[in-house]
Nanobody, 124 residues
């Protein structure tokens, strides 16, 4: 079965760190551009970070730049989002998506694969 599965979310104190994983099964994630979105209750979905499929180019939203790092592990068919210096405003459900082609920020059904999400809660 071809799918993306996110993991690594949880409850963390402000200033703490988490590493989210976006693991692919049934297809080669390295051949796809991958992005992370997040959505907090009552707020619009936000594009957080993405990584290209061919040159490994990366992008970060201003809200996470300098704190989050996206990376690939092709041997494990996984993309990671390392999140440091977490803030309460980072609290959201985080989703990963995969796209065959050049990345753009769109709606879930515009991507080839969309994960089920993982909850991140930053609170003391």
């Amino acid at each position: 079965q071809e799918q993306l599965v996110e993991s690594g979310g949880g409850l963390v104190q402000p200033g703490g760190s988490l590493r989210l994983s976006c693991a692919a099964s049934g297809f080669t994630l390295g051949a796809y551009a991958v992005g992370w979105f997040r959505q907090a209750p009552g707020k619009e979905r936000e594009g957080v970070s993405c990584i290209g499929y061919n040159d490994g180019s990366t992008y970060y939203s201003d809200s996470v730049k300098g704190r989050f790092t996206i990376s690939r592990d092709n041997a494990n068919n996984t993309v990671y989002l390392q999140m440091n210096s977490l803030k309460p405003e980072d609290t959201a459900v985080y989703y990963c998506a995969a796209l065959d082609g050049v990345w753009y920020w769109g709606l879930p059904d515009e991507y080839d694969y969309w994960g089920q999400g993982t909850q991140v809660t930053v609170s003391s």
